[in-house]
């Protein structure tokens, strides 16, 4: 069974600061997808970046980058200059193929405050 | 462009009744699913619906019910309501059933039991 797990419950950085958030995942997959989406107080889903299971090299995306290792199935996001807008829970995800569906499997989160 | 939109927002409703969520996906999103989120947990796939048809089901009761219509509009429908219904429900759309580019969430129906 595909699990994603989250070990952090909570981080709290000052405003500024470099902090990471970490994900651990297991599937016998060899392609696959992951994401790290952002759900701020408003509630919506907002999703921060992905990353594709054959591309070796780490996503990016302005201050949100990843580090991906396959081989040990790790998915931590990079924040970097955070900003009070970046408050808000974080999840990780992996995307599962089930039967004719795709869905994605979600870990526990990590709720983040980002402190002026 | 309108986002994913979903209705109403938040809604109570009585232990035994029934409710009926909607959903109205990004235009041109021809594929819908719906994730329950209970407090403190990350989201759990429910369904997903491509072109008016059931793709996937997660592992909930067959009280949870839900369709997609022609304009890939969807309802989410719960019968016979349990305490431990009470959660956000998420839609999120994307093009196809494929979404290996991420979904698009709305912000969500808040749903108390009681």
């Known amino acids: 069974a595909q699990t994603v797990t989250q070990s952090q419950p909570e981080m709290s950085v000052q405003e500024a600061e470099t902090v990471t958030l970490s994900c651990t995942y297991d599937?016998?997959?060899?392609?696959?997808?992951l994401f790290w989406y952002k759900q701020p107080p408003s509630r919506q889903m907002i999703l921060v970046i992905r990353q594709e299971a054959y591309k070796q090299q780490n996503a990016t995306e302005n201050r949100f980058s990843v580090n991906f290792q396959k081989a040990a199935k790790s998915f931590s996001l990079k924040i970097s200059d955070s900003q009070l807008g970046d408050t808000a829970m974080y999840f990780c995800a992996f995307m599962k193929h089930a039967g004719g569906a795709q869905k994605l499997v979600f870990g526990q989160g990590t709720r983040l405050t980002i402190n002026p | 462009d309108a986002g994913v939109t979903q209705s109403p927002t938040h809604l109570i409703k009585t232990r035994g009744q029934q409710v009926t969520l909607r959903c109205s996906p990004i235009s041109g999103h021809k594929s819908v699913s719906w994730y329950q989120q209970v407090l403190g947990q990350g989201p759990q796939f429910i369904f997903q619906?491509?072109?008016?048809?059931?793709?996937g089901r997660g592992n909930f009761p067959d009280r949870f019910s839900a369709r997609q219509f022609p304009n890939y509009s969807s309802e989410l429908n719960v019968n016979a309501l349990l305490l431990g219904d009470s959660a956000l429900y998420l839609c999120a759309s994307s093009l196809g059933p494929a979404a290996n580019y991420g979904y698009t969430f709305g912000s969500g129906t808040r749903l108390t039991v009681v």
């Open positions: 619906y491509y072109e008016k048809e059931e793709r």
């Open positions: 599937t016998s997959e060899n392609n696959y997808y």
